[in-house]
């Protein structure tokens, strides 16, 4: 029973760290800084809101991400040959 649970947790572990690696280039420059200007222009900011502002622009840019790799993934291996 514990060793079920323990191969449950490591699998869900790579597929989040798969997710994850999906956006990881996007962290610096996309994420960051509209994570912030939400931030900086929202009417009320609350401090407690920032991880689900972060949760929420990720969200959409793991979509964005996984979008874009399936549209074309022969530009991928022109643009990114390692």
């Not at 929420?56 to 399936?70: C, P, R, T, V």
Request: charged content about 25%; overall charge positive; hydrophobic content about 45%.
């Amino acid at each position: 029973m514990l060793s079920q649970a323990l191969d449950s947790g490591r699998r869900i572990r790579r597929h989040i760290m798969t997710l994850f690696l999906f956006t990881k280039s996007d962290v610096l420059t996309v994420l960051i800084p509209i994570t912030l200007s939400t931030f900086a222009t929202a009417p009320h900011p609350d401090v407690t809101r920032i991880p689900d502002i972060i949760i929420w622009i990720w969200l959409h840019l793991l979509k964005h991400d996984i979008y874009n790799q399936m549209l074309d993934p022969e530009e991928d291996r022109k643009n990114k040959p390692h």
